[in-house]
């Protein structure tokens, strides 16, 4: 047991002086790469998969003391949230003991009390598969190893326990969520490749409830090197309209009936740059502060116009988001409104 027992979990005496790079900030263009981008948004939004768990929980968790962790973890976010930068990114070839216990390189450490820092190694972080291709660690696995850390800081010393935490956790928002991924396929071998998906996942709370505030839905876009949060635009731009020319809050919204739009259409910049747009439509439920106006119906369609360009990263042609040329239209369902269009998404 004891080999377990060091995997991951440390004093804090242990953790001094390294050179790490900084952790944390904004998720879009904070200058790491796919997979930091990953765990920093899985961490941002741990109390919205833990909200997902908790609905659920005897379909999530098992045990008892599954449970028990579980809501140690949870009820302790708050206070972990109050350690700025707590995640922090370190290589572990240049600190090569830090990751070093017990003759094996672990993947995170972290001391055993709420709000301690939690260390990842960035070798290990990123994989290469069979066709040389690097795969980043994506926010799934980032949830479970987040999870499993900071179950070290409630004293439970069992790794292979919170593993599987971890595992449920993470299993159970792939159940409640989806991954639409824009499938492309070109038989042409000259041709690069997008890859562009939006991970999303929904509460379970219908309209008629008080909880319905703020976002019900949770969105983020990857194109493949980065990830882009859609709901910090989404919360900007999406307002109740009264009539055509007043604004009214948005007290939250839902979005269903999501789907890429079949084909991408291509046309060439006035320098020559070939540009891409993708298309992404939804319904959305919008819950309106004021329900006594004449307009009966708050659904809406929402579409997101995604323009990529091809751009250089490491000698390879990659198609990747021109976030500053995104648009998003907002158009009534049923209301004769006007639509709504707005060419500063990001
Ligand atoms: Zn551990």
């Not at 995640?87 to 572990?92: A, P, T, W």
């Amino acid at each position: 047991m004891k080999i377990f027992f060091l995997i991951c979990g440390l004093h804090l005496s242990f953790l001094s002086a390294p050179t790490w790079a900084t952790g944390g900030g904004s998720i879009v263009g904070n200058g790491g790469g796919l997979a930091e981008q990953n765990f920093i948004y899985a961490y941002n939004n741990l109390a919205h998969f833990y909200d997902l768990c908790w609905a659920h929980e005897n379909e999530c968790l098992n045990s008892t003391e599954e449970k028990k962790i579980f809501h140690l973890i949870r009820d302790s976010l708050s206070q972990e949230y109050k350690t700025t930068h707590q995640i922090q990114f370190l290589s572990g070839q240049k600190n090569p003991s830090f990751f070093f216990i017990d003759g094996q390189i672990r993947t995170a450490v972290t001391g055993d009390h709420v709000g301690d820092p939690i260390f990842i190694n960035l070798d290990l972080i990123y994989q290469t598969n069979s066709r040389g291709e690097v795969i980043a660690t994506d926010i799934g696995t980032a949830l479970a190893i987040l999870t499993h850390e900071m179950g070290h800081h409630h004293q439970m010393k069992d790794h292979l326990f919170l593993d599987l935490l971890g595992a449920k956790i993470h299993t159970f928002s792939l159940i409640k969520g989806e991954t639409l991924k824009y499938d492309y396929f070109s038989n042409s071998l000259f041709e690069t490749n997008t890859d562009l998906t939006i991970f999303a996942s929904h509460s379970d709370i219908t309209p008629g409830e008080t909880d319905f505030r703020g976002p019900q839905s949770w969105l983020v876009l990857n194109d493949g090197h980065q990830i882009y949060d859609l709901n910090t635009s989404l919360n900007h731009l999406l307002y109740c309209p009264i009539s055509n020319e007043k604004k009214d809050e948005t007290l939250g919204y839902r979005l269903y009936q999501m789907q890429w739009r079949p084909t991408f259409t291509e046309k060439t910049d006035i320098n020559g740059k070939i540009q891409r747009e993708y298309t992404f439509q939804s319904s959305i439920y919008m819950n309106c502060q004021s329900s006594t106006d004449n307009y009966p119906t708050n659904d809406y369609q929402i579409i997101l116009h995604f323009i990529l360009e091809q751009r250089t990263i490491s000698k390879n042609w990659f198609w990747t988001l021109t976030p500053e040329l995104t648009r998003l239209e907002v158009i009534p369902k049923l209301r004769d409104t006007k639509k709504n269009i707005f060419t500063h998404f990001f």
